[in-house]
């Protein structure tokens, strides 16, 4: 049964579909044929068992198919504002493609939360688990991972060759992950338990995938232990060359790494300088560490269990919907449902999934709770639930989802460009302050925690990466070395200015390590939107509450920040 018919008419106004249009939704099938995990997470059904074709050949075929594309689009008529937008947006993500490619950047690198490691494995988490089909379709894809994981120890073969291997601090990484995938009561040993606990009559057919899985993993742990460990480079950073390009892909936009490097500086300084203001205001002549115990040790504030837990996301994302869509933004039919779930895994992430095209699926946002975790503080993450849910990534991705018959299906579902998805998400928390819904002092210390993270992740990842010098004040306030980053003292400064775990820390550290680019995309992101709302704001043409910016940018979908400024300063309407 499908929804579609219950959205607001703003996103189903008619419209003629064009070349181009036919070109990007064919662009976009042929490459869910190409991926069967994407097409999973795609919702779309035929495929549940098979994986990516990750060796040379796989890699060939996508980038052969991404140039051929190009070329379709280049000859091809543009009819209206959509087609410019999408052109821009096709010419750019796919343009950049190639140019990474032809670079020799991204089949080979190897890290500790994006790459076929965890991909090949993680798909097994976002698969549908309620019906004995849906169990087997599990048990079959499980089986299958070796011929993934061949696949891809050809591709890291070849790069090898060529001189091409992560640094060794993420091969070790890689190693020790996997040896948690396929120990005694590791995941593929707890997966396959729940397999048979929900299907018993697949016990066999569990148990053959488990081993099958297991063997395929070791045999990738051996390679990297014995062929590229040996071989792989002791440095970290990337420099500003490579590091320019990554920059690009997760934002759209060219940036000037030392302007933004030296404006991280300065937001970081400011937000904590905000924290201590909030700080006094908790508990008068408090540091910011005195006033999250105060909040830690507050009762009211405290959930006890994950049931608890599950319950108050879900009323706290009802209580925004309820407003957002009232007062703030264009709401309305499956867009107002949002399931708020505990993932089946436990690594501590808080991530959404969007709805099916057909809203048949909701959107939905997960909280993967260690195991162990009990107690949960809601002053900590009240902001997190707008980033994940309304207004954020919900809102934003329900749009785009809304939209796919004004728009085309690789707009709407696969042109997600970090900058612009997370940037929007951490704006959203921002949006939510302005918009009194952190006006406790608490909350609000939770969102700047969130705000501050991100501020100094801008810091050490270019400023790592790129070679640059430790700030004067961080230098003293750390009892550092002066003189450029290093690895060490990334991690004290890390150390500094986020709040979590020993574990939590270290898997941050690696993150921004051996993924450059990606986790000051938030950041960067968000100051870019908040640019284009000043912008808005000034020609007049935001509207009471912005709302007339909101709708008008949502309507363009996700894309590279670049053609969403282009985007935005075509006309008044929906482009």
Not at 22 to 43: F, Q, R, S, V
């Amino acid at each position: 049964m499908t929804h579609l018919q219950d959205l607001p008419g703003i996103y189903t106004e008619p419209r003629q579909a064009t070349a181009i249009d036919a070109i990007a939704n064919d662009y976009y099938d042929k490459l869910l044929e190409l991926d069967p995990t994407a097409a999973t997470i795609a919702g779309q059904p035929g495929h549940e068992t098979e994986y990516f074709d990750y060796s040379p050949a796989g890699y060939r075929a996508v980038l052969d198919l991404t140039r051929d594309t190009l070329a379709k689009v280049r000859d091809a008529e543009v009819v209206d504002d959509v087609d410019r937008v999408t052109v821009d947006a096709m010419n750019e993500r796919l343009g950049l493609d190639i140019e990474l490619a032809e670079a020799g950047l991204v089949d080979w690198e190897i890290n500790n939360i994006a790459c076929p490691i965890q991909d090949i494995r993680a798909v097994l988490d976002l698969m549908p688990r309620e019906t004995t089909e849906q169990w087997g379709h599990l048990t079959g894809r499980m089986a299958n991972i070796p011929g993934a994981i061949e696949g891809w120890i050809l591709t890291l073969k070849q790069a090898k060759d060529q001189g091409k291997v992560s640094a060794r601090r993420q091969v070790s990484e890689a190693i020790e992950q996997i040896e948690d995938f396929v120990r005694d009561g590791g995941f593929f040993a707890t997966f396959t338990q729940e397999i048979i606990d929900a299907a018993p009559e697949l016990e066999e057919q569990a148990r053959l995938g488990e081993t099958r899985a297991i063997a395929g993993y070791r045999t990738l742990q051996a390679f990297l232990r014995d062929e590229l460990l040996p071989v792989a480079p002791e440095a970290d950073a990337v420099g500003p060359e490579r590091y320019s390009l990554y920059s690009r892909k997760f934002l759209g936009t060219t940036v000037d790494l030392e302007e933004t490097y030296h404006w991280g500086v300065d937001e970081l300084e400011r937000i904590i300088a905000e924290q201590q203001e909030t700080a006094e205001k908790i508990k008068p002549g408090a540091s910011i560490d005195e006033a999250k115990a105060v909040l830690d040790a507050d009762p009211e504030r405290a959930l006890h269990g994950v049931d608890a837990l599950q319950e108050w996301m879900q009323r706290l994302s009802d209580t925004a919907m309820t407003e957002m869509a009232e007062k703030y933004f264009v709401v309305g039919g499956p867009m107002k449902k949002l399931e708020c779930c505990i993932a089946p895994t436990h690594d501590g992430g808080i991530y959404y999934t969007g709805p099916s095209p057909d809203f048949t699926r909701p959107g939905r946002m997960w909280w993967s709770v260690p195991e162990g975790d009990t107690e949960f503080g809601t002053w900590r993450e009240t902001s997190t639930v707008y980033h994940e849910g309304v207004p954020g990534h919900h809102l934003q991705i329900a749009v785009a989802t809304a939209l796919e018959s004004r728009l085309n299906k690789w707009r709407a579902h696969g042109c997600w460009t970090s900058g612009h998805g997370e940037g929007w998400a951490l704006y959203a928390e921002r949006l939510m302050q302005e918009l009194g819904f952190l006006d406790d002092p608490g909350n609000t210390m939770g969102m700047l925690n969130e705000q501050r993270m991100r501020a100094a992740r801008v810091v050490f990842d270019i400023g790592l990466h790129c070679g640059f010098e430790i700030p004067e004040q961080w230098v003293e306030r750390l009892g550092l070395t002066p003189g450029v980053w290093t690895p060490e003292a990334a991690f004290e400064f890390l150390k500094a200015n986020l709040t979590g775990s020993s574990e939590f820390l270290r898997h941050e550290y690696l993150r921004y390590l051996g993924w450059p680019g990606q986790a000051p995309s938030y950041k960067i992101g968000q100051r870019v939107w908040e640019q284009l709302r000043e912008q808005a704001r000034e020609a007049g043409t935001a509207g009471e509450h912005d709302r007339d910016f909101h709708t008008r940018a949502l309507m363009l979908g996700s894309m590279g920040l670049d053609t969403l400024q282009r985007a935005l300063s075509i006309s008044p309407k929906s482009a």
